[in-house]
């Protein structure tokens, strides 16, 4: 029977799925295993919030698959898996709702300044302040997004359903096909002067990383509100917390952070962001993605390309070719 680790949480119904048919050892509750301590039998890898270095892929002799839970796959080493003959997947457009309808979740409670206000009943303060709990009005105002994927096309839509306009930045995306999603394809210094509230959804990589930096928040609207549901290490979190504290830009909300690369499961040590300090930021604890109906999709996609693999098929929605020459 195969063995299969499971490094955080999914779906109960996909859980008990893979539990019927392989040995399972849980990443997370009450019988966690630390990875290393198993690794030498283990023949697939669901991956959630872990990070999969090279010395764990190459203490995994006879891993075949890392099947990623959702799309991103920062947290793995994709060079090393692919010398070692190890397929990485992921599950595109599983989550690809939750995290858009996530986006105005995030730019909503900024925008009416939702968790001052609560913070204030739960003190019991009711009448008092209300002045300076004064909101914005998402309608008639600029959407702008980086990235126009599939989670960038819904918050398009979503924005359009709210009366916003909305502008798109994205260095691969057609004029033809933003235009027909009902937006503007504009470059991005032109985005970060325009946006009223800015929605960031692209990949993590080199060129990249702080993408928003100091002079870009600069540039930004003093009344602009920015949203990252993508990947930390997009927006430079140092310059964004000087940009906060000295009234740069009116708000940020933050499903992801720089820090995660160093810890995704406890990344606030780490962070330049003190818990309640900053004004004007909202944090969530990168839970964009975490829907129900997300869940199932992305729990059942995820086992549907292990099962594929542990049968001696290639994966479905592979990002590695681990039948490469060096490893056919």
Known sequence: ?????????????????????????????????????????????????E????????????????????????????DAATEHGVWVTTTPGANSNAVAEHVFALLLSGARRVPTAVSRVHAGNWSEGKADLIGFELSGRTMGIIGFGAI????????????????????????????????????????I???????????????TRHMIGAQELARMK???????TSRGGLVDESALAAALTEGLIAGAAFDVLEAESIDMKDPLTHTPFPHTTIPGLVLTPHIAGQTEEAFLEAGTGSWAEVKLVLAGHAPTHPVNNALSPANA
């Open 51 to 78: 990070n999969f270095t090279r010395d764990i892929i190459a203490a995994s002799p006879q891993l075949k698959i890392i099947a990623r839970h959702g799309v991103g796959t920062n947290n793995v080493d994709i």
């Open 1 to 49: 029977m195969s063995e299969i680790y499971v490094s955080d949480p999914i779906h109960p119904d996909v859980l008990a799925d893979i539990q019927a048919a392989a040995t399972v050892h849980l990443g997370y509750g009450p019988h966690k295993v630390d990875y290393l301590d198993i690794s030498a039998n283990i023949d697939a890898v669901i991956l959630r919030a």
């Open 222 to 228: 003093k009344t602009a509100f920015i949203v990252n």
């Open 193 to 207: 002067t325009e946006a009223d509230a800015i929605s960031i959804h692209a990949p993590l990589l080199p060129s």
């Open 152 to 191: 960038g096309r819904r918050v398009a839509a979503i924005a359009q359903g709210f009366g916003m306009t909305v502008l798109a930045c994205d260095p691969v995306a057609t004029e033809k096909e933003v235009t027909a999603a009902g937006a503007r394809l504009v470059p991005l210094d032109v985005l």
